[in-house]
């Protein structure tokens, strides 16, 4: 796999439980890329994205996400690739309502014997808390926040780790239409400074046009 590349798929394929299958004959994402995965409902969108995550395992072919072929991984290497190298972020993005803004966004370091709660995590998170117009919300009660401020959150909870490759699941799907653009605005931003490869799965086709790259599964949407 090339250094440049994030992602290398050839002859992916994945059967879910209830016969679905998804295939991806032949695909490369190359690092800090941003791309829009659209399709129509049904069509495999949050699947790719559990398997990108090693959340799920490919009925055949090869994966390799950053370095490491999930499809031939096992659970615990898939378990750690994850831990180090991706973030996943959903649409309920979840806070917890009794701690502060900050705290919300250091879980990954108090959750994780592997990580350190050290200043240099507390000043990344205020870094990125500001970067994403939060940054005078520190101590506020999460839950005080707006459905728009939660998310951010949420985004910036997923970058204090520096994942190479944030994989997002309709994260804005619950914002009005402005509240969606900007926070896509704000991840574009933070990613393409920090190199970050971006998957954004969205059924908004004006949100996906904001992104340089497409990826279309299922057909037309």
């Given amino acids: 796999m090339s250094e440049a590349l994030?992602?290398?798929v050839e002859g992916l394929v994945h059967t879910t439980p209830d016969g679905f299958v998804l295939r991806l004959p032949r695909w490369t994402l190359r690092r800090g890329a941003q791309v829009a995965v659209v399709g129509p409902s049904g069509s495999g969108k949050t699947t790719l994205l559990g398997l990108l995550a090693g959340l799920?395992?490919?009925?055949?072919g090869r994966l390799i996400v950053e370095g490491l072929d999930l499809a031939a991984a096992d659970e615990a290497a898939r378990r750690t690739h994850r831990q180090r190298h991706i973030a996943l972020l959903r649409q309920d993005f979840p806070v917890m309502e009794a701690l502060s803004v900050e705290e919300n966004v250091l879980l990954p370091f108090r959750l994780s014997p592997t990580r350190s709660l050290d200043g240099a995590?507390?000043?990344?998170?205020?870094?990125?808390?500001?970067?994403l117009g939060l940054g005078g919300l520190l101590t506020r009660g999460a839950g005080r926040l707006s459905a728009g401020e939660r998310q951010r959150v949420a985004l910036a909870r997923a970058l204090v780790v520096r994942p190479r490759l944030l994989l997002c699941d309709e994260a804005t799907?619950?914002?009005?239409?402005?509240?969606?653009?900007?926070?896509?605005?704000?991840?574009?931003?933070?990613?393409d400074e920090e190199g970050v490869t971006l998957l954004w799965v969205t059924h908004d086709l004006s949100?996906?046009?904001?992104?340089?790259?497409?990826?279309?599964?299922g057909g037309a949407s």
Avoid at 56 to 60: E, I
Avoid at 179 to 187: H, K, N, P, S
Avoid at 207 to 217: D, K, V
């Fill in 6 to 8: 994030s992602v290398e």
């Fill in 56 to 60: 799920l395992v490919p009925t055949a």
């Fill in 121 to 131: 995590a507390r000043d990344r998170a205020r870094r990125l808390l500001s970067a």
């Fill in 173 to 191: 799907a619950s914002l009005d239409p402005a509240a969606a653009a900007q926070a896509l605005t704000l991840a574009q931003t933070v990613c």
């Fill in 207 to 217: 949100l996906a046009a904001r992104l340089p790259e497409r990826l279309q599964l």
